[in-house]
């Protein structure tokens, strides 16, 4: 028995600001005063608030000290864990009281939240089965095995409204419904940990955080459909998910809940890894499935659906990480329970990556049916430096630009999508004033270009068409009319493109253009850009009555554009500027400005 | 995957073609075996020039053409070998909002090489990647293991500097 337990975050944000050393030093530290013993140090998974990693806990007091480094270490030892007295500097500041300590769950970033999907994320050592197996792991699988028919558990997965959290909002258990109902002598479950959005890391965090639930639920979705083998699909840029996925892989098979006759009842269920190689379009299914057969991850046209002739031609269900977390839970808790949150038609949480221009970067879950206002303001912590909100991005490439004037409608699939966006697997990137919505259409089109596959011509083509077109309004050259045929072409794309790759690849540009028009009218005929990103239609000009004449610019000046004599205040010729920006970083008394 | 040049000629030893050779036996039979072996060949030799293609070609008894056309599609796969010291930045959006685009060119500009690209002493090569999932230190590069975050353009020149 320990008296304390250490929890350091080991998530990707948290080990990437150095937590691999402060446990390193937390073991010598606690070794060196003698408690080894007595207090347990335990690596976990994402805290979520990863803007303030690295991340520690300890038990049993709750105590959540954030930004901890090295040098910290030895004060936490024998200021904490030796005398009992907190180390107040570090506390998570909403957690710090007069008092003593408020409660984590109290405070702005969690009270809102809800964690099912993301339940024993920071709670328990991922690495190990027995702390999976302690807070009711594997037990929605012997149940399921010994008490219920696959029916029933399809029949449990439709009451309780799961759709699927990669992005589609397809149904689950009609998914699995599907592929039940196709005899084969083969079936496949697969695991689509191809989590490509650039920004999205809730998947990545539930495969470091807590791999045994992804196990469970792909073995009760094997259960319920009739398949024996399940594959996962994991990014290879997720060392430490791979890592972790393959430990708890076989520890599973040890432990006798993977491989033949699991729980005693002669189901055969096992799982192998397959690693993507860095292809956006590998998200989509068919083209997940194409790859894990060893090919060029394209896409496929459906029909036939992959629930009829899916992986290697055998019925196949492929299915999210998030959306495979949320089954134990709903088989143990009652698919009532599950239904009981969310929206009409949208059940549940969703598990959200905030990123950008926001405080509180990091992972959050929340109901169905929160607002975006919540989301961003309250759990976010709002914009920081005082900058003003323009713009909320959801769903990646795939999605759009969410303005101010939607912020108070809750999120859900059906909702996003009437403004223009789209969920997607949940990235939400937030920008300010200092964001040009052009440039960021501009930004994913060239992510859409890069990505795109290349079998169908309206993806392969019209995308990089719509790249050319923002290129133009971005370096001035762009025309009123090319808005027009910008957004006719948009709508070819969605109409004739093969997958949903392409299909949504427009919805960047159709959003933008529909909230933000003024900013592309001001690039088209203003030749300006607001936000003042886009380089070519900048000015830097010198405030002739804050210039000191000191010289420096136009001896750093890399075209020689800027000239003055000393004490007087200098001149840029225009024609000869090269918008580098290197005059504005250096002058001394801010006289330098772009317009 | 930056231009398809080999800048420098293949100098694979026998103890890698023996390793690529067990990998491949290995695996031969496995369903769709051929995107393993591959990422293991890539882990032997550090890219995949066409010297190893011919050999997975020939042991798999798959056309070079198949192999080709894999290797090209997926981006982990490089025709050129990386430098000694391999700078990855961060274009995810959460990134690139912060700025993580000037950093970029910065490097672009500081190695005189482009997206994919090797310095001529091989020891520098960059390439711009997707997201991490260190958002929270946003904008971030890597350098081999090392992270850095919440970059300014100005941080450039101190993080080469280590590795010069």
Known sequence: MYRSHVLVCGGTGCTSSGSPKIIEALQTEIKKNGLSEEVAVVQTGCH??????????????????????????????????????????????????????????ETDFYKKQHRIALRNCGVINPENIDEYIATSGYEALGKVLTENTPDQVIQSILDSGLRGRGGGGFPTGLKWKLAKGNDADQKYVCCNADEGDPGAFMDRSVLEGDPHVVLEAMAIAGYAIGASQGYIYVRAEYPIAVDRLKIAINQAR???????????????????????????????????????????????????FPAQKGLFMKPTILNNVETYANI????????????????????????????????????????????????????GGGIPNGKKFKAAQTGGPSGGCIPTEHFDI????????????????????????????????????????????????????????????????????????DLDKMEELCYYIKENALCGLGQTAPNPVLSTLRYFRDEYIAHVVDKKCPSGVCKALLSYVIDAEACKGCTLCSRIC???????????AHIIDQSKCLKCGACMEKCRFGAISKK | MGSQKNTVPFAGTKEQEAALLKVIADHKDDKGALMPILQKAQDIYGYLPIEVQS?????????????????????????????????????????????SGDIFNKLQENLGIGDGDCTADGKFSLESCRCIGACGLAPVLTVNEDVYGKLTVDDIDGILAKYK
């Open chain 2, 55 to 99: 050999i997975i070609s020939n042991e798999m008894n798959v056309p070079l053409e198949k192999v080709y056309g894999i290797v090209t599609f997926y981006s982990q796969f490089s025709l050129n070998p990386k430098g000694k010291f391999k700078v990855s930045v961060c274009l995810g959006t959460a990134c690139y909002v912060k700025g």
């Open chain 1, 410 to 481: 809750p999120i859900d699939y059906d909702n996003l999508i009437g403004i223009g966006s789209m969920m997607g697997s949940g990235g939400l990137i937030v920008m300010d004033e200092d964001n040009c919505m052009v440039d960021i259409a501009k930004f994913f089109l060239e992510f859409t270009v890069d990505e795109s596959c290349g079998k169908c011509t309206p993806c392969r083509i019209g995308t990089k068409r719509l790249q050319e077109m923002l290129e133009k309004i971005t370096t001035g050259n762009g025309t009123l009319e």
């Open chain 1, 558 to 568: 890399p075209s020689g554009a800027i000239s003055g004599k000393v004490k007087e």
């Open chain 1, 48 to 105: 979520g608030l990863c803007a303030l990693g690295p991340i520690m806990i300890i038990y049993p007091e709750a105590t959540f000290y954030t930004l901890v480094t090295t040098e910290d270490i030895p004060e936490i030892v024998t200021e904490h864990l030796l005398k009992g007295r907190i180390v107040t500097r570090l506390l998570y500041k909403e957690t710090a009281e007069d008092e003593g300590l408020n409660s984590l769950n």
């Open chain 1, 328 to 379: 134990p839970q709903i088989i143990l808790n009652g698919p009532e329970w599950f239904a009981s949150m969310g929206t009409e038609k949208s059940k549940g949480t969703k598990v959200f990556a905030l990123g950008g221009k926001i405080r509180n970067t990091g992972l959050v879950e929340v109901p169905m049916g929160t607002t975006l206002r919540e989301v961003i303001d309250v759990i």
């Open chain 1, 254 to 304: 040890e432990y006798g809940l993977l491989g033949k006759n699991i729980f005693n009842t002669g189901f055969d269920f096992d799982i192998d890894l397959r690693l993507g190689a860095g292809a956006f379009v590998c998200g989509e299914e068919t083209a997940l499935m194409t790859s894990i057969e060893g090919n060029r991850g394209e896409p496929r046209p459906r029909p036939p």
